[in-house]
């Protein structure tokens, strides 16, 4: 095996793991694949002959481009923080796939990644590493140019604010049960039927992006999200049930075009928050393979 071949291999070794440390940094599968090349990029240009330890070597180059990517989006970022939605994972419900798991081990669903993005660069960066990939504090310290200590530091800050992450009911299909009969009730017109599967302070986050302006906002409360609801119960016939980060969500798709992609967070049976990405730009680079059916 010549040296360029072996270079290769030993990388796409490490891709799935460098894409997930990437996924979670960012939020975003296209930036998560842009850092992601720009690792590869580099190791092209180095010396792999120097590089004792490649994983780690990858990982620290990453979470080094992530963390520039951040600190560059934190400045030009003009839409409103609390509507954002980062890119969702969707599959099939009958269709597990590898890669997926992978970038979703850990439970990564958006409520967290939509903490995460409350977070600073350095917190997030610090999170990330340490607690979802058990790198120690002394690799992280010079990523982020603070000491072991401080670096634990901001770590533990953005564990408190993580915390606040609402979770999911493990029962799949006690979710998809919640999640039809919310549809249901919507396709109905039945207000009432709405209001009883939402969790009195549930929350609506819908972004959608430069081109939906109109779309972009947070709604709070039962009777607040029941009225959207009804208001945008015309798309139900065009509602596909999906696996989104790891819990029940849908595909709206009226004539087979994406218009949402909906998460859904269920707790003891209620609705405790929706997450609809309706972004036209971002919805047309996911894969969204449940519409190929």
């Known amino acids: 095996m ?10 796409e070794d490490h891709r799935t793991r460098l894409r997930a440390v990437a996924y979670r940094m960012l939020g975003s599968l296209s930036e998560a694949d842009d850092a992601v090349q720009e690792a590869w990029l580099r190791l092209n240009r180095s ?3 120097e590089i004792e330890n490649l994983g780690g070597w990858l990982t620290t180059v990453v979470a080094r481009v992530c963390l520039n990517m951040l600190r560059s989006r934190a400045t030009r970022r003009e839409d409103p923080f609390e509507a954002f939605v980062p890119d969702p994972i969707v ?5 597990p796939d590898p890669e997926q798991a992978a970038l979703l081990a850990d439970s990564v669903g958006l409520a967290l990644l939509v903490v995460l993005e409350a977070l600073s660069p350095a917190e997030r960066l610090a999170f ?16 982020v140019g603070r000491s072991p200590d401080a ?10 604010r993580v915390q606040g992450a609402p979770t ?33 302070d549930v929350v609506l986050r819908a972004d959608g992006g430069a081109l939906r302006p109109n779309v972009t906002r947070v709604v709070r409360g039962a009777h607040e999200v029941a009225s959207g609801a009804i208001t945008y119960s015309r798309l139900s016939p065009f509602v596909r049930p999906a696996i989104v980060n790891g819990v029940a969500g849908v595909v709206v798709a009226p004539q087979g075009r994406p218009f949402s992609v909906m998460a859904f967070i269920v707790r003891n049976g209620k609705i405790v928050e929706i997450d609809a990405l309706s972004d036209p730009e971002r919805l047309a680079m996911l894969d969204l393979a449940v519409l190929d059916e």
């Not at 670096?151 to 408190?160: F, T």
Request: hydrophobic share 45%; net charge negative; no cysteine.
């Open 151 to 160: 670096a634990r530091q901001l770590a533990s800050r953005a564990r408190r």
């Open 91 to 95: 599959r099939r419900e009958d269709d």
């Open 47 to 49: 010396d792999e002959n």
């Open 128 to 143: 990330v590493l340490h607690d979802m990939f058990a790198v120690p504090f002394d690799e992280i310290a010079p990523i």
């Open 168 to 200: 999911p009911d493990a029962d799949l299909a006690e979710q998809r049960r919640v999640v039809d009969a919310f549809f249901a009730a919507s396709r109905d017109g039945d207000f009432d039927a709405l209001v009883a599967v939402l969790d009195p």
């Open 2 to 11: 010549d040296e360029n071949t072996w270079v290769t291999e030993a990388f």
